[in-house]
């Protein structure tokens, strides 16, 4: 066989694709999976989506409404599988909500690309033509988008209640919603007004009560019990706090040490000198002023002896022990203080002050919380209350996106409407766009526009409407020029969705978009599955 | 006479004459095929799914990658996989072109073997091909060397080139710039260790950038300067807990609290020591590979010295390289280390995570390309992509010598091939005829896997190339016959006669197999 004529001779020059019959299967395989996973959590989209229940290996129960933890859960061993995964897990990080969504648009896209592969267009075609359509997506959604101040707290609420809106917990999104939108604003720094850094919000869940207790803390709150060996304090106001890196314990080295003992005089003694050490730290401490402690956590040694808590009590120190060393940073941050690691730099100027350091029962466990800090720094602490531990992770979770939601409107100050609308429009404008281009693209987008038409479909399915009848009617509307009509799942109907107040930040869409074409050209260009070591 | 029946060992095994090289040219040949399909700017990626733990997955077109990762059993197989690598590590780009060549000259041999001409005979007549086509090659090459503008056109059009088969292929100008702008700080170093790239998922991967200095992808310490001007810069690579002795059942015995107090108190002042041992450098930034204890920490966070702990190995190497500075390990003769030195270390944002940025670095033209993208696949094959180009590039600057691409260099080569086999006399021009048509199934392979009608298009193209100074490659974007020099496609001279001579020498060690000798695995001794 020469070179030359490596292939049957084709008829024409165009560019339709005659490909051999195991790379088509392997493609195919690789769609079917990708869309089976995105099949999985499609009934989880919008506010009348279903919930998940997930049974881990281990036994843990997790319920949720959240695409990027559904999919997280899923053991997905299928390679293309694997990357719709992923593609959640990319838009968790970039914009934090819409996890779902990607993942049900990159179905929906899947699902057309089969139909023009089957069409004999080369997958490079399509895998271009994707990417131009989802450029001019952007582009669409940026024009239909409206810019919103920071200061204007009313819109900056809606958003984060249309995030919480599809989530177990939607029934307190006028609760969380509000709390989201404070705590994020209150971690803002002026000097760098584009950024928000979520590690700065501090969520602490403890059981008991319902999710209506939750609120937001200015200062810290440790789920923690105070250590105290009686008449210990659990109340200091005008608290003087120190972060200590070091045990109030008995003396250890890091070389292998034994005490010999050879009488009964010895064994008195050395009791008392382990005291009179002890009691030389605490005076140390004292010394400064300082009435609370917080002490990090030491595989090594104990943080506290009850020799050492009987002193501290004694000197009135409130004690919380078995800080992590990850927390000590933003501790530290908030108390705008520094730790310390030796007794000997035990200095008053590296404490933190704060009006009340407290001990609050709730429910059946305590926690301790701490208030009023001066010169605080900018973090924020949300303790998130529910009855039991299933809605607590829930509540986390979609406080989470909440707080994403502000976050990403934090870094790009533009709404968008939500409830299917921005999609409907995408796919008119794309569709019109789709009849002036030329050749295998204009098909190509078409294809693009009729796939995005899954979000509106999907949500009125979800909600029990009829899809069919609203999807059409949806698109006789927007085709009508009015541009922010959407489904209105409560009453059922189609609704102006911006009057309803249904809006979600511009970022959330557009990176959707463009991760789930991303994500779906990458699986159009594969052709083979290689086994390797 | 005694028949010998064997004079192997167990499970010890020979393949002889035709057999054998049946066998050498059935794997070239399928390992071949396996990368053919990736050429070109409309080349397929492939999923590599590893069977080991994690069942991990890549997906990538590197010619080189995907051979790396296979399991290969057959010898002549691991020759093309050998090359490949060779070829990734001596100009970093065209690892598939060499494989696929390799594999085309062998199918052509094949057929000669077939018609009984003596292997040796098909090597010199390959030997001679090659030649020709080098002479043809270095005939046609454009240098640019004096003209800076032309030269800098000529590095993006090479990159563009490079990329356009990658993933990187739509944001290709974007990446084009950068890996220019990277390699054209090198100022001719080929030393690629100065560029770092740092991966971050998120964003897109037009959000990735590249910027001079360094940085690392650390935190820095608590109560710690955030902004550290002019820094002078100690990396050292030393434990921060106390120096312990290590004897194995080292312990003191002590017969009172109070001593054991004591030692501890004298491990603290050692610490305190080396400390403040490390601080009588005059520094005031410490960068170190191992942990740094809470204690030290805030030595030096009082010493107002920012310090960096665990940052990792090829982080400080790098760290030490670009600032100028060695890695110190002990701290009692200050004036024999030397110290690195930047203008400005502050801490950045990117994405989500905070890093350290030492900008302004000794060593003026190391900078670090930040990536970003959707997912860890994406951002692992843009790496790839990125180092390839970078490689080329590289190498594109100490030898400025340039082609076209598409299909062009093939096609001068087979052409000047073809006049060759006309001249030359016997059985050798068979060869020599063989060996151009393996030179054009590069550009068939193009056309093929852009869904293009190759046999057509090679035909016009070959056409076209029988008028002197023509241009014409494949336009895979149109789908015709094309001017390269408009379309900007251009490719290295080293580049391709790397391709060009490695996949003839490829070629020719598997042509002179005749027999293959497995060797019985060795046996390990039964522990009972």
Same mark, same amino acid.
């Given at each position: 066989?020469?070179?030359t004529?490596?292939?049957?001779?084709?008829?024409?020059?165009?560019?339709?694709?005659?490909?051999?019959?195991?790379?088509?299967?392997i493609?195919?395989?690789?769609?079917?999976?990708?869309?089976?996973?995105?099949?999985?959590?499609?009934?989880?989209?919008?506010?009348?989506?279903m919930?998940?229940?997930?049974?881990?290996?281990?036994?843990?129960?997790?319920?949720?409404?959240?695409?990027?933890?559904?999919?997280?859960?899923?053991?997905?061993?299928?390679?293309?599988?694997?990357?719709?995964?992923?593609?959640?897990?990319?838009?968790?990080?970039?914009?934090?909500?819409?996890t779902?969504?990607?993942?049900?648009?990159a179905?929906?896209?899947?699902?057309?690309?089969?139909?023009?592969?089957?069409?004999?267009?080369?997958?490079?075609?399509?895998?271009?033509?994707?990417?131009?359509a989802?450029?001019?997506?952007?582009?669409?959604?940026t024009?239909?988008?409206?810019?919103?101040?920071?200061?204007?707290?009313?819109?900056?609420?809606?958003?984060?209640?249309?995030?919480?809106?599809?989530?177990?917990?939607?029934?307190?999104?006028?609760?969380?919603?509000?709390?989201?939108?404070?705590a994020?604003?209150?971690?803002?720094?002026?000097?760098?007004?584009?950024?928000v850094? *979520? &590690? %700065?919000?501090?969520?602490?869940?403890? =059981?008991?009560?319902?999710?209506d207790?939750?609120? $937001? !803390?200015?200062?810290l /709150?440790?789920?923690?019990?105070?250590?105290?060996?009686?008449?210990?304090p659990?109340?200091?106001?005008?608290?003087?706090?120190?972060?200590?890196?070091?045990?109030?314990?008995?003396?250890?080295?890091?070389?292998?040490?034994?005490?010999?003992?050879?009488?009964?005089?010895?064994m008195?003694?050395?009791?008392?000198?382990?005291?009179?050490?002890?009691?030389?730290?605490?005076?140390?401490i004292?010394?400064?002023?300082c009435?609370?402690?917080?002490?990090?956590?030491?595989? *090594? &040694? %104990?943080?506290?002896?009850?020799?050492? =808590?009987?002193?501290?009590?004694?000197?009135?120190i $409130? !004690?919380?022990?078995? /800080?992590?060393?990850?927390?000590?940073?933003?501790?530290?941050?908030?108390?705008?203080?520094?730790?310390?690691?030796?007794?000997?730099?035990?200095?008053?100027?590296?404490?933190g002050?704060a009006?009340?350091?407290?001990?609050?029962?709730?429910?059946?466990?305590?926690?301790?919380?701490i208030?009023?800090?001066?010169?605080?720094?900018?973090?924020?602490?949300?303790?998130?209350?529910?009855?039991?531990?299933?809605?607590?992770?829930?509540?986390?979770r979609?406080?989470?996106?909440?707080?994403?939601?502000?976050?990403?409107?934090?870094?790009?100050?533009?709404?968008i409407?939500?409830?299917?609308?921005?999609?409907?429009e995408?796919?008119?404008?794309?569709?019109?766009?789709?009849?002036?281009?030329?050749?295998?693209?204009?098909?190509?987008?078409?294809?693009?526009?009729?796939?995005?038409?899954?979000?509106?479909?999907?949500l009125?399915?979800?909600?029990?409407?009829?899809?069919?009848?609203?999807?059409t009617?949806?698109?006789?509307?927007?085709?009508?020029?009015?541009?922010?009509?959407?489904?209105?799942?409560?009453?059922?109907?189609?609704?102006?969705?911006?009057?309803?107040?249904?809006?979600?930040?511009?970022?959330?869409?557009?990176?959707?978009?463009?991760?789930?074409?991303?994500?779906?050209r990458?699986?159009?260009?594969?052709?083979?599955?290689?086994?390797?070591? | 006479?005694?028949?010998?029946?064997?004079?192997?060992?167990?499970?010890?095994?020979?393949?002889?004459?035709?057999?054998?090289?049946?066998?050498?040219?059935?794997?070239?040949?399928?390992?071949?095929?396996?990368?053919?399909?990736?050429?070109?700017?409309?080349?397929?990626?492939?999923?590599?799914?590893s069977?080991?733990?994690?069942?991990?997955?890549?997906?990538?077109?590197?010619?080189?990658?995907?051979?790396?990762?296979?399991?290969?059993?057959?010898?002549a197989?691991?020759?093309?996989?050998?090359?490949?690598?060779?070829q990734?590590?001596e100009?970093?780009?065209?690892?598939?072109?060499?494989?696929?060549?390799?594999?085309?000259?062998?199918?052509e041999?094949?057929?000669?073997?077939?018609?009984?001409?003596?292997?040796m005979?098909?090597?010199?007549?390959?030997?001679?091909?090659?030649?020709?086509?080098?002479?043809?090659?270095?005939?046609?090459?454009?240098?640019?060397?004096?003209?800076?503008?032309?030269?800098?056109?000529?590095?993006?059009?090479?990159?563009?080139?490079?990329?356009?088969?990658?993933?990187?292929?739509?944001?290709?100008?974007?990446?084009?710039?950068?890996?220019?702008?990277?390699?054209?700080?090198?100022?001719?170093?080929?030393?690629?260790?100065a560029?770092?790239?740092?991966?971050?998922?998120?964003g897109?991967?037009?959000?990735?950038?590249l910027?001079?200095?360094?940085?690392?992808?650390?935190?820095?310490?608590?109560?710690?300067?955030?902004?550290?001007?002019?820094?002078?810069?100690?990396?050292?690579?030393?434990?921060?807990?106390?120096?312990?002795?290590?004897?194995?059942g080292?312990?003191v015995?002590?017969?009172?609290?109070?001593k054991?107090?004591?030692?501890?108190?004298a491990?603290?002042?050692?610490?305190?020591?080396?400390?403040?041992?490390?601080?009588?450098?005059?520094?005031?930034?410490?960068?170190?590979?191992?942990?740094?204890?809470?204690?030290?920490?805030?030595?030096?966070?009082?010493?107002g010295?920012?310090?960096?702990?665990?940052?990792?190995?090829?982080?400080?190497?790098?760290?030490?390289?670009?600032?100028?500075?060695?890695?110190?390990?002990?701290?009692?003769?200050?004036e024999?280390?030397?110290?690195g030195?930047?203008?400005?270390?502050?801490?950045?944002?990117?994405?989500?995570?905070?890093?350290?940025?030492?900008?302004?670095?000794?060593?003026?033209?190391?900078?670090t390309?930040?990536?970003?993208?959707?997912?860890?696949?994406?951002l692992?094959?843009?790496?790839?992509?990125?180092?390839?180009?970078?490689?080329?590039?590289?190498?594109?600057?100490?030898?400025?010598?340039?082609?076209?691409?598409?299909g062009w260099?093939?096609?001068?080569?087979?052409?000047e091939?073809?006049?060759?086999?006309?001249?030359?006399?016997?059985?050798k021009?068979?060869?020599?005829?063989?060996?151009?048509?393996?030179?054009?199934?590069?550009?068939?392979?193009?056309?093929?896997?852009a869904?293009?009608?190759?046999a057509?298009?090679?035909?016009?193209?070959?056409?076209?190339?029988h008028?002197?100074?023509?241009?014409?490659?494949?336009?895979?974007?149109?789908?015709?016959?094309?001017?390269?020099?408009?379309?900007?496609?251009?490719?290295?001279?080293?580049?391709?006669?790397?391709v060009?001579?490695?996949?003839?020498?490829?070629?020719?060690?598997?042509?002179?197999?005749?027999?293959?000798?497995?060797?019985?695995?060795?046996?390990?001794?039964?522990?009972?």
């Amino acid at each position: 066989m020469a070179a030359t004529v490596a292939s049957q001779p084709r008829s024409s020059k165009t560019e339709s694709y005659i490909d051999n019959k195991r790379k088509e299967d392997i493609r195919h395989a690789n769609i079917v999976a990708a869309r089976a996973v995105a099949d999985a959590v499609r009934t989880s989209l919008g506010p009348k989506g279903m919930d998940k229940m997930i049974s881990t290996a281990s036994g843990e129960i997790i319920i949720t409404n959240d695409g990027a933890t559904i999919l997280n859960k899923m053991e997905v061993l299928q390679p293309a599988a694997k990357m719709l995964v992923e593609l959640s897990k990319a838009q968790d990080s970039a914009a934090g909500d819409g996890t779902t969504t990607v993942v049900v648009i990159a179905g929906a896209l899947l699902k057309q690309c089969l139909l023009l592969l089957s069409h004999g267009i080369h997958p490079t075609v399509i895998s271009d033509s994707l990417h131009k359509a989802s450029v001019k997506a952007v582009d669409v959604l940026t024009a239909m988008s409206v810019p919103v101040e920071l200061s204007d707290r009313d819109s900056l609420n809606k958003s984060a209640s249309t995030s919480l809106n599809s989530k177990v917990v939607s029934q307190y999104s006028t609760l969380l919603a509000p709390l989201a939108v404070d705590a994020v604003l209150s971690v803002v720094d002026p000097a760098k007004p584009n950024m928000v850094d *979520l &590690r %700065d919000v501090k969520i602490v869940k403890k =059981l008991g009560g319902t999710v209506d207790d939750t609120e $937001l !803390v200015k200062g810290l /709150v440790f789920d923690k019990k105070v250590r105290h060996a009686a008449g210990g304090p659990t109340r200091v106001e005008n608290s003087k706090i120190a972060v200590i890196q070091f045990q109030i314990s008995p003396p250890k080295t890091d070389i292998e040490q034994s005490i010999l003992v050879n009488d009964y005089t010895q064994m008195d003694r050395i009791l008392k000198e382990e005291r009179n050490y002890i009691l030389g730290m605490i005076k140390k401490i004292k010394a400064t002023g300082c009435n609370v402690l917080l002490i990090q956590k030491s595989i *090594l &040694r %104990d943080a506290v002896t009850d020799l050492s =808590l009987h002193y501290l009590a004694k000197a009135k120190i $409130l !004690v919380i022990k078995d /800080v992590e060393r990850d927390e000590i940073e933003f501790i530290t941050k908030t108390l705008n203080c520094l730790p310390i690691a030796n007794i000997e730099h035990f200095r008053a100027e590296k404490l933190g002050y704060a009006d009340l350091v407290e001990e609050v029962s709730l429910g059946d466990g305590k926690i301790v919380k701490i208030t009023g800090i001066k010169d605080m720094g900018r973090t924020t602490t949300v303790l998130v209350r529910g009855s039991n531990q299933l809605v607590l992770d829930e509540a986390e979770r979609s406080l989470h996106d909440a707080l994403c939601v502000v976050r990403c409107l934090v870094g790009k100050r533009f709404l968008i409407a939500g409830g299917g609308a921005p999609e409907i429009e995408l796919s008119r404008q794309l569709g019109a766009w789709a009849k002036v281009l030329h050749g295998m693209e204009g098909y190509c987008v078409r294809s693009f526009a009729e796939a995005l038409e899954v979000i509106p479909y999907t949500l009125s399915e979800n909600a029990g409407l009829n899809p069919i009848t609203i999807v059409t009617e949806l698109r006789n509307r927007h085709a009508q020029g009015e541009i922010n009509s959407g489904i209105n799942v409560r009453k059922g109907q189609i609704t102006n969705i911006l009057e309803e107040n249904v809006v979600q930040p511009l970022l959330v869409s557009t990176s959707a978009i463009t991760l789930a074409t991303e994500c779906v050209r990458m699986i159009l260009k594969i052709d083979d599955i290689v086994t390797v070591r | 006479m005694l028949q010998i029946d064997r004079i192997f060992k167990d499970e010890a095994s020979e393949e002889k004459g035709e057999r054998a090289r049946m066998a050498s040219f059935v794997g070239a040949m399928a390992i071949a095929d396996l990368v053919k399909t990736t050429l070109g700017p409309k080349g397929m990626d492939k999923i590599l799914q590893s069977t080991g733990r994690g069942q991990s997955v890549t997906v990538t077109n590197d010619g080189a990658t995907i051979l790396k990762s296979l399991h290969i059993d057959n010898p002549a197989a691991k020759v093309l996989v050998d090359i490949s690598k060779v070829q990734d590590d001596e100009v970093g780009d065209g690892t598939t072109s060499v494989v696929v060549l390799a594999g085309e000259l062998l199918r052509e041999a094949e057929k000669l073997v077939a018609a009984k001409i003596h292997p040796m005979t098909i090597i010199s007549g390959f030997r001679m091909a090659a030649e020709c086509a080098r002479d043809a090659l270095l005939h046609k090459v454009v240098d640019n060397k004096a003209d800076a503008e032309e030269f800098k056109s000529d590095l993006m059009k090479i990159a563009m080139t490079t990329l356009s088969s990658k993933i990187l292929s739509q944001d290709k100008e974007h990446f084009a710039q950068l890996a220019v702008d990277a390699v054209m700080r090198l100022k001719g170093s080929t030393n690629l260790e100065a560029i770092q790239i740092i991966k971050k998922p998120g964003g897109s991967l037009k959000d990735s950038f590249l910027d001079e200095g360094f940085i690392l992808d650390k935190k820095i310490g608590l109560g710690q300067p955030k902004r550290i001007e002019d820094a002078k810069i100690l990396v050292a690579n030393t434990a921060m807990d106390t120096d312990k002795v290590k004897i194995y059942g080292a312990r003191v015995r002590v017969d009172s609290m109070s001593k054991v107090a004591e030692i501890e108190g004298a491990e603290k002042e050692k610490m305190r020591e080396k400390v403040q041992k490390i601080m009588a450098h005059g520094i005031n930034c410490f960068v170190n590979r191992q942990l740094i204890y809470n204690f030290p920490e805030e030595l030096f966070a009082d010493a107002g010295i920012l310090a960096i702990e665990h940052a990792d190995f090829d982080g400080i190497e790098r760290l030490a390289l670009v600032t100028g500075g060695e890695i110190a390990s002990t701290f009692d003769n200050p004036e024999s280390v030397k110290i690195g030195r930047c203008k400005l270390i502050e801490e950045i944002m990117i994405g989500e995570d905070k890093l350290i940025h030492f900008s302004g670095v000794e060593f003026g033209h190391a900078c670090t390309i930040v990536l970003r993208g959707a997912s860890h696949h994406v951002l692992d094959e843009a790496e790839r992509s990125l180092h390839d180009a970078l490689c080329v590039l590289s190498q594109t600057v100490n030898d400025s010598r340039v082609l076209f691409g598409g299909g062009w260099p093939e096609m001068v080569m087979a052409k000047e091939v073809d006049e060759l086999a006309k001249k030359t006399p016997g059985k050798k021009s068979h060869a020599i005829e063989a060996f151009s048509r393996a030179l054009l199934a590069i550009p068939t392979t193009i056309a093929d896997n852009a869904g293009l009608d190759s046999a057509e298009l090679i035909s016009q193209l070959r056409a076209e190339h029988h008028k002197e100074g023509c241009t014409a490659g494949i336009d895979v974007i149109s789908g015709s016959v094309g001017d390269m020099s408009q379309l900007g496609i251009s490719e290295s001279f080293k580049v391709k006669q790397a391709v060009l001579l490695s996949a003839t020498e490829a070629a020719e060690m598997i042509l002179r197999v005749d027999e293959i000798i497995t060797c019985a695995p060795r046996r390990r001794e039964d522990r009972m």
